[in-house]
Nanobody, 125 residues
Framework: QVQLVESGGGSVQAGGSLRLSCAAS????????MAWFRQAPGKEREFVAA????????YYKDSVKGRFTISRDSAKNTVYLQMNSLKPEDAAVYYC??????????????????WGQGTQVTVSS
């Protein structure tokens, strides 16, 4: 089992920044990658960003490229999401997820095995 705890959500005005953190604990030695998804009210949960635990390669949803940065601290089993130039459409509950098996994609929810409880991000215009 792996436990994930997110933090760093909050309310900002458009153009502002937030940094989300997600700390993993438990059986983390098989971590292949971690990711952030988000879900806005009335919408499906969607992929935001992912990072490979082995080589640090990062992948992003097109609409956040250049504004969001995913990073990891392997020693702390923690993944971060730096969000800059936030827009009202970025408002959502952000979920952290971890992948403990080898998969050939990392954009789908089904690629991930454990999930955090989510942290709210509110962006006012």
């Amino acid at each position: 089992q792996v436990q994930l705890v997110e933090s760093g959500g909050g309310s900002v005005q458009a153009g502002g920044s937030l940094r989300l953190s997600c700390a993993a604990s438990g059986r983390t030695f098989n971590t292949y990658g971690m990711a952030w998804f988000r879900q806005a009210p009335g919408k499906e949960r969607e992929f935001v960003a992912a990072i490979s635990w082995r080589d640090g390669n990062a992948y992003y949803k097109d609409s956040v490229k250049g504004r969001f940065t995913i990073s990891r601290d392997s020693a702390k089993n923690t993944v971060y999401l730096q969000m800059n130039s936030l827009k009202p459409e970025d408002a959502a509950v952000y979920y952290c997820a971890v992948r403990v098996r080898l998969t050939y994609s990392f954009y789908a929810q089904t690629d991930y095995d454990y999930w955090g409880q989510g942290t709210q991000v509110t962006v006012s215009s």
